[in-house]
């Protein structure tokens, strides 16, 4: 078709019939964005049919007179129309995303997005957030309407809670499936990693979609059953080879910090007890513990990839070096990507090839996080060295030897029980590391069988492994209350291995009005998990030898492996383009489970209407208008031990042995047991309406839900003559999830120089656990012995606080000691506490913008989480006693000068006065950049600048308001973030 259309453009420019002001015009189409030539463009003189197209190398020649109006267009791109006013003329096309995100990657196959009955959301590499991104998790936040995700902390590489509507279990993984390339990842954590996901460079993901209904996640059965996210890397091209250089430098600094008392409050505060032995304890420094273990940190980022065809197959390679230091001194990330996708098509293209492979090395080095909290205790008027500390620090120029100041016994050898650890010292001396080694591959074949059009067999192979070894050192100078500590060791290796094999048949088959395509096969899955740890500690005898009782030296070997085998079918089938049926069915049997229990049958079905394709709408205003509904159901054992339903042994600890004569031996005692384990399972039903008008300028989705899991796999009680144990789990419980979903997205304003888009989402989602016979007691918090804040319980929502009801005086003032009787019995006890609030947002909203404006681009994103509330442990524990207790002097947070508290009391550390309204708008990200043509030997080249954790509005007090799981305790403060870098194409 192409030489026809050529040879017919030759014939045209030889018809004698040309006007004398006709000229040959001629030049070269290109993408805006790769600077690559685009072959096969069609140009058209508007209002005519005469045209041409371009050839391999994008350059194309045509007659036409001054003041035509030449139509460039190309598939996946936008149309561009310029008129003629000489003989040369080079046009740069756009990508146009509307026509990109059409087709959207589903399981085991993909859609066009006009087709999809589920619940499903596709987010592209054009609107991925911008700035210095270190994991993929962080290119979708705030993007998604009912995806919450909430990163660990300010830490470089630090991983991130993923929820997709909501909390779905209770003792299990809440997280989705993460599936890359068509592998999806196991659901344990990398030991010695931050993340799982660090291995993925965010640069080569070309777009990421989240399946959040049963009726679109079925089809991956148990392991879908908390929604999946789809990671679609960038892909090889045909055509001469093309670079891409990405380079960013970054800034991170310290925002804020816990408030505490400063040198001068600490010592009125001392005084003012008129206690001489506690006024003698203060010291004449005055230091700022915190700004000590913080400090402005520099990291990199750099990225290189190449597309072209090789020998005649498309193929993308790319590396990528990251190197980013925390703003805890000490803390660092280093990782190193490569990756290589190709491409061949054989057999007329009846065989089509698609291989994956991405290796990445990661090295952490760890800055311990209890400095955090030592900073924040530690008295402000002792020096960080110390002349008469036994810990040494340094030696100075006079060769005086100095030591990390410590509260000291009173043979001044050891550092008292109980005491805060000088925070510089645990920065300084405590070593821990770790490297991680990934690989992540897979080889998919697909072939169109030649006797059975449109019957196409897949075979997809996978393999992911990961290698982690780590160790930390406490050398024999770290401040330790231990008499003859002589240093520490913990040494830890992991080798986790997943393999993978599908094989399907897809087949589709258009008949009149009807569309059918039906897909069934098979999966299985293997896990292998070897993990191993050593770890030892010395303690010295008074003349130096080992002393082997109180010295350590445990070892720990742990060997698992789970099978997940599959079977799987789904059928679309579409009426005219106006009346969509999906229909899933997914068997899987997990090794995890009872040979009776194991299989598990997980169906789903959804239904769309696509109302702008009938005939009484032909003539309206919606570009697209489509109604759906879908019900499904999805089982979990995601986080499940592998062998519970068998007995165990478990090897004592070193200091539980058994004597027998003079020797001691360590005993394996058996694990609790559940035989009848089986799937927790969820029901969800959802509707929804996608529409779209004024050419698609306004455009949006509304979704509604209703998720019910049954068979909650919860801790419960047993008689512990019945079993290993008095707790087990068991399948005991249901709880409900119930929102909506609003996207909306807008066009204002969209011409040849300017372009500007809005995107606004909103979810609201309420979770009730509706059953539950055991109430569950978790959260754990510090202050006290075994202190929980947080329950599981019927009726309300997981991971609720469950606290005492504090009194307030006329001034809302907290009285010390003053509850309210909620039982009316006469006295405050236990029975007085009540459930008050959760951790998790009632209502979720995200904006962004992206502003064109010729060569400049803008870009914002911004989050705001309303009804979240926080226990903020950090001042909980505050009070006055604290301050002098153990014979040492500790610093408290400045909630103090509020409360006056005097007495630590656990029904003052459980007070609701601690839980707190953490609701917050936090602007994310801005970016400024500006795109020369023609700027590295006549390639694009953009120089780009931008800002993360810019703002935070929030009433709460304390460090940070977004905390996963809502317990403020040692939280890594997110640091604000500049970035400049360049983006080069050549």
Do not use: C
């Not at 000490?330 to 190709?342: C, E, H, I, K, Q």
């Not at 068997?587 to 239904?607: E, I, V």
């Not at 478990?650 to 047991?673: H, K, L, M, N």
């Amino acid at each position: 078709m192409k030489q026809v259309k050529q040879y017919l453009s030759l014939l045209l420019f030889l018809v004698p019939a040309l006007m004398l002001a006709q000229v040959n015009v001629s030049g070269t189409v290109t993408d805006s964005g790769s600077g690559e030539p685009l072959p096969g463009v069609s140009i058209v003189i508007k209002g005519t049919t005469t045209g041409t197209t371009t050839d391999f190398d994008g350059n194309y020649s045509i007659n036409a007179q001054n003041g035509d109006i030449l139509q460039f267009s190309y598939i996946a791109f936008k149309t561009k129309e310029i008129r003629v006013t000489g003989s040369e003329l080079n046009v740069t096309l756009q990508e146009d995303t509307e026509q990109l995100d059409e087709v959207v990657v589903i399981g085991y196959g993909s859609v066009r997005k006009e087709d999809l009955t589920g619940a499903v959301n596709l987010v592209t590499s054009k609107d991925f957030n911008k700035g210095q991104v270190s994991s993929p998790q962080q290119l979708i936040q705030g993007k998604v309407a009912g995806v919450s995700i909430v990163n660990g902390g300010g830490a470089p590489g630090e991983g991130s809670n993923f929820l997709v509507r909501g909390i779905g279990s209770l003792n299990l993984n809440s997280n989705p499936l993460f599936v890359v390339d068509g592998v999806p990842l196991n659901d344990g954590g990398v030991g010695g990693s931050r993340n799982p996901l660090n291995l993925i460079n965010p640069n080569d993901i070309e777009a990421i979609s989240v399946l959040k209904d049963a009726s679109a996640t079925s089809i991956y059965g148990s392991r879908a059953a908390n929604g999946v996210v789809l990671i679609t890397t960038k892909k090889g091209k045909a055509g001469e080879f093309s670079f891409n250089l990405r380079t960013n430098t970054s800034v991170f600094e310290p925002v804020n910090q816990v408030d505490v008392l400063n040198p001068a409050q600490f010592r009125k505060l001392v005084r003012d007890t008129g206690n001489q032995d506690f006024i003698d304890r203060l010291g004449s420094a005055s230091t700022d513990w915190q700004d000590l273990i913080y400090r402005t940190a520099f990291g990199s980022d750099h990225s290189l990839s190449a597309v072209g065809a090789a020998f005649g197959v498309p193929l993308r390679a790319s590396l990528g070096y990251s190197d980013q230091d925390g703003i805890l001194s000490g803390d660092n990330f280093n990782r190193v990507t490569a990756s290589v996708n190709l491409t061949p098509r054989l057999l007329d293209d009846h065989l089509k090839f698609e291989i994956n492979a991405r290796v990445a090395r990661t090295e952490n080095t760890f800055a311990d996080r209890g400095a955090i909290g030592s900073a924040v205790s530690f008295d402000p008027t002792k020096p960080v060295y110390d002349q008469n500390s036994p810990f040494y620090a340094f030696t100075d120029e006079n060769g005086t030897d100095f030591g990390y100041y410590t509260w000291l016994n009173a043979a001044g050898t050891n550092q008292l029980n109980l005491a805060p650890t000088n925070p510089v010292a645990i920065l300084d001396l405590i070593d821990d590391q770790a490297t991680v080694d990934r690989f992540v591959g897979n080889l998919k074949a697909d072939y169109q069988l030649h006797w059975v059009p449109g019957l196409t067999a897949t075979v997809n192979g996978g393999y992911d492994l990961s290698k982690s070894e780590g160790g930390k050192i406490i050398p024999n100078n770290f401040p330790t209350a231990a008499t003859g500590y002589d240093g520490r060791t913990e040494q830890y290796t992991q080798e986790a291995k997943n393999y993978l094999f599908d094989a399907y048949l897809n087949y589709k088959k258009e008949f009149g009005d009807h569309n059918l395509d039906v897909t069934g096969g098979y999966s299985y899955q293997r896990f292998e998990f070897d993990n191993f740890s050593n770890n030892v500690e010395r303690i010295l005898n008074a003349d130096g030898s080992l002393n082997d009782e109180a010295s350590l030296n445990e070892t720990f070997i742990d060997k698992s492996r789970n099978v997940l085998l599959s079977y799987f079918g789904r059928l679309n089938y579409d009426f005219d383009g106006r009346y969509l049926l999906t229909a899933t069915l997914r068997a899987d049997a997990s090794s995890k489970l009872n040979p009776d229990d194991r299989w598990g049958y997980f169906p789903s079905a959804a239904l769309a209407w696509n109302i702008h394709n009938e005939d009484f709408l032909a003539e309206g205003p919606f570009d697209q208008l489509k109604l759906r509904v879908g019900y499904g159901e999805v089982g979990n054992v995601n986080g499940l031990g592998d062998y519970n339903f068998l007995t165990r042994y478990v090897i004592s600890t070193p200091s539980a042995q058994y004597q027998f004569g003079d020797s001691f031996y360590r005993t394996y005692r058996p694990e609790p047991i559940n035989e009848d384990l089986r799937w927790e399972v969820g029901n969800t039903l959802n509707a929804g309406i996608d529409f779209a008008v004024l050419e698609s300028r306004i455009s949006g989705s509304v979704n509604a839900y209703i998720k019910t899991t049954e068979d909650l796999i919860a801790t419960t009680v047993v008689d512990p003559f019945t079993n290993f144990g008095n707790t087990i789990s068991a399948n005991i419980g249901d709880m409900e999830n119930r929102g909506v979903e609003v996207e909306l997205n807008l066009v204002p304003v969209r011409s040849q120089d300017l372009e500007w888009s809005i995107n606004y989402n909103i979810s609201v989602n309420d979770n009730e656990i509706t059953r539950l016979p055991d109430t569950q007691e978790v959260g754990g918090i510090s202050g006290g012995v075994g202190n929980t804040i947080q329950r599981h319980q019927v009726g309300a929502a997981p991971f609720s606080y469950y606290v005492y009801k504090q009194i307030y005086d006329t001034n809302g003032k907290p009285i010390e000691g003053a509850y309210a009787d909620l039982n009316d019995d006469g006295q405050i006890n236990s029975e007085d506490r009540y459930l008050y609030k959760n951790p998790y947002a009632d209502v979720l909203m995200g904006l962004s913008t992206n502003l064109t404006y010729k060569n400049w681009d803008f870009s914002a994103v911004s989050r705001a989480s309303i009804g979240n509330y926080n226990y903020n442990n950090v001042a909980s524990t505050t009070a006055l006693n604290g301050v002098f207790s153990n014979d040492i002097l500790r610093n408290i947070p400045a909630d103090y000068l509020r409360t006056e508290f005097q007495q630590f009391t656990e029904t003052n550390l459980l007070s609701d006065y601690f839980i707190e309204n953490a609701s917050f708008f936090r602007l994310d990200n801005i970016t400024l950049g500006y795109t020369l043509a023609e700027g590295f030997f006549g390639n694009p080249l953009r120089f780009y600048a931008s800002g993360q954790n810019l703002l935070v509005v929030t009433n709460y007090n304390g460090l940070d308001p977004e905390i996963t799981g809502g317990i403020d305790n040692n939280f890594y403060p997110r640091p604000r973030v500049l970035t400049i870098g360049l983006d080069i194409n050549f």
